[in-house]
């Protein structure tokens, strides 16, 4: 994907409010903002144990890359590298 990009890091519905199509309008809000702008896309991360959060970007057609590992480095790993 080239140009600019929408990148998410969580969209959070709490249990209780879950099945009432809140994640679906801050989706498709986000998806239509990204419209208006003429961006190239949006990404985001989800884990590959949240089955419900699979399911529910797959209902939009979303593309979902079993291959891509996130890493990271806290700060005690951060002192030593530098």
Known sequence: MEGETIVFEDIVVTEEARGKRIGEELFRQCAK????KNYAGMLWQVLDWNTDAIRFYERFGSVLDPQWVN???ELDELRKLV
């Open 33 to 36: 903002y990204a419209v208006e």
């Open 71 to 73: 890493g990271s480095l």
